[in-house]
């Protein structure tokens, strides 16, 4: 039973298309986040969100937009999808200000060809 | 603006030796520090972490070593085992940013026999 599930786990896509990856926890966290791991390998915050409330928005174009329904669930959606997009994205949750409970997903490798 | 750096971005060792891992930081406002192991084509798992008021913390085979005053901490693994071939990313938080954590580059731990 997985803890933070991401899908699709691999996304190839046309630039310009719309795009979007779900995430769901199960472990009653109250926070969760969307990172991105470029080709240098750095994984840098995007977004995150505590009880559905956007917390963390970092400097990130303005087609992205995350997607809160519910606790339990932080979705991506990326508008008109560009070739830079091309990264390997983890949504991870925790309970808030708890630095142990940080739980990633196991990613979902976009390419944008 | 990499706050948190990883300057080795591969580390080979033979099983049963000790395995060091370093991490230097610019930012003196953390006050966290944590260590995250990746697998391929897993998320990143939580290792050890260490607060700023301590300067060691040891968990089994893994310590963390923490040197506010030169802001480097470093992982030691001992004895070195095979499983422990990984990407190790070192990451920091500071009080009051709702649980953001900021994270290196990773170093590849390659465990040989």
């Known amino acids: 039973d997985t803890a933070v599930s991401q899908t699709p786990k691999y996304l190839v896509t046309q630039m310009g298309n719309d795009k979007s990856i779900k995430c769901e926890q199960n472990?009653?966290?109250?926070?969760m986040y969307w990172y991105k791991q470029d080709s240098k390998k750095f994984l840098k915050i995007m977004f995150s969100?505590?009880?559905?409330?956007?917390?963390i928005n970092e400097t990130v174009p303005n087609r992205f937009s995350p997607k809160s329904p519910d606790k339990a669930h932080l979705n991506l959606h990326i508008n008109s999808l560009e070739l830079g997009d091309s990264a390997v994205y983890f949504c991870?949750?925790?309970?808030?200000?708890?630095?142990?409970?940080?739980?990633f997903g196991s990613g979902t490798r976009l390419t944008v060809v | 603006d990499q706050q948190v750096k990883q300057n080795s971005p591969s580390l080979s060792v033979q099983e049963g030796r000790i395995s060091i891992l370093n991490c230097d930081y610019t930012n003196s406002m953390f006050d966290y520090f944590l260590w995250y192991k990746k697998y391929p084509a897993e998320g990143p798992t939580f290792l050890i972490s260490?607060?700023?008021?301590?300067d060691k913390n040891e968990d089994g085979r893994f310590t963390v070593f923490l040197n506010k005053s030169a802001k480097h901490l470093s992982l030691h693994i001992v004895p070195s085992q095979p499983g422990d071939s990984a990407v190790y990313f070192c990451a920091a938080s500071k009080a009051g940013t709702a649980s953001k954590l900021t994270f290196g580059t990773g170093t590849r731990l390659q465990v040989t026999l």
């Open positions: 472990l009653g966290h109250d926070t």
């Open positions: 260490i607060s700023s008021i301590k």
């Open positions: 991870a949750s925790s309970q808030w200000n708890d630095n142990y409970g940080y739980t």
């Open positions: 969100y505590n009880n559905k409330e956007l917390i």
